[in-house]
């Protein structure tokens, strides 16, 4: 990172006369997404670091009025551990920043705002990594048999470390596709040489249920 650099972009006219996009120019309109709750009510007390409470838990109610259907955002997202939350620090109380701060680890000692984690900065944006731990509002169809998502993910990968196939297909349909399902999951997948690649897997509903 360069210690110094230029005054920012301004806007500039393309050849026909209009003025750029505003990504161009660095200029960036946002919208909330959505907005966190947390059992810390009050800035005062909130730890500074995650690994101080790792008990402390918090919820991300995404707006209903970004999407017409919002619950298809959430789609997927259950398959991961951790998400990346950007954030506003919107407790900052005002508007004011320092190019020098003192943080509470140096004891008073002063040092620049951007080797530290203070909320006081020209743009008052955070970044979190969080542990998921459920999504709620999608709407997914129930297994019948299996009891969590976690439980069919842990099935289909004992069906593939046994290779389903027959004799026949391993010897002469080496190149193609293969398909099976188990509960309501259609497994399409790929055998190689000693690996198994799943390619896509989508509800399978039976005429009957």
């Not at 393309?14 to 907005?35: S, W």
């Not at 017409?68 to 551990?81: A, R, T, V």
């Not at 046994?162 to 999951?185: G, N």
Request: with cysteine; net charge positive; hydrophobic share 35%.
């Amino acid at each position: 990172m360069r210690g110094l650099e230029e005054s920012g972009p301004r806007p500039t006219a393309t050849p026909c006369g209009c003025i750029k996009p505003a990504l161009e120019t660095g200029n960036l309109l946002t919208e909330p997404i959505g907005y966190l709750e947390s059992c810390f009510l009050a800035k005062n007390g909130t730890p500074r670091q995650p690994s101080i409470c790792s008990h402390s838990r918090a919820c991300l109610r995404i707006r209903k009025s970004i999407f017409n259907n919002p619950e298809h955002s959430l789609m997927g997202l259950e398959q991961f551990s951790h998400v990346w939350i950007l954030f506003v620090f919107h407790k900052n109380g005002h508007l004011s920043y320092k190019a020098k701060v003192q943080p509470p680890r140096l004891n008073g000692a002063k040092t620049g705002v951007f080797s530290t984690r203070s909320p006081h900065r020209p743009n008052a944006i955070g970044l979190t990594l969080a542990k998921l731990e459920n999504v709620e509002g999608v709407d997914q169809p129930s297994f019948r048999y299996f009891q969590s998502a976690e439980e069919a993910r842990r099935a289909i990968e004992a069906v593939l470390e046994a290779d389903p196939r027959s004799v026949y297909r391993r010897k002469l349909c080496q190149d193609r596709l293969f398909y099976f399902t188990v509960d309501i999951a259609h497994v399409t997948c790929w055998f190689g040489d000693g690996f198994a690649e799943v390619l896509k897997i989508k509800p399978f509903l039976s005429p009957c249920s």
